[in-house]
């Protein structure tokens, strides 16, 4: 079973940028996909960047383009570089792995981001 912890959220004004990670307890490189999710105010949790094996990348219309997931299967991370943030980017962010078509969430890094 896959564990997953965030880290790198925090408070960022309008038009900032923020890196979060996301630390696996194993190793990754036979788990996919893996990426991020988010859960807003009032909003159900969505998974908005997904990352497979090698550079296969996908994303929601939400942050296209202005997200970008990636991860290292040496250090068993999953990053999430995010520029050009909004106030509506604001929620909760959680790592997220598919291992076994069994989905984890991590427990998720509050981004706040201020108009």
């Known amino acids: 079973q896959v564990q997953l912890v965030e880290s790198g959220g925090g408070l960022v004004q309008a038009g900032g940028s923020l890196r979060l990670s996301c630390q696996a307890n194993?190793?990754?490189?036979?788990?996919?996909?893996m990426g991020w999710g988010r859960q807003t105010p009032g909003d159900q949790r969505e998974l908005i960047a997904k990352?497979?094996?090698?550079?296969?990348?996908s994303y929601a219309a939400s942050v296209k383009g202005r997200f970008t997931v990636s991860r290292d299967d040496v250090w068993n991370t999953v990053d999430l570089q995010m520029s050009r943030l909004k106030p509506e980017d604001t929620g909760v962010y959680y790592c997220?792995?598919?291992?076994?078509?069994?989905?984890?969430w991590g427990r998720g890094t509050q981004v706040t981001v201020s108009s």
């Open positions: 997220y792995a598919e291992e076994g078509g069994v989905p984890f």
């Open positions: 194993k190793g990754i490189n036979r788990i996919n996909p």
């Open positions: 990352v497979s094996e090698g550079t296969a990348t």
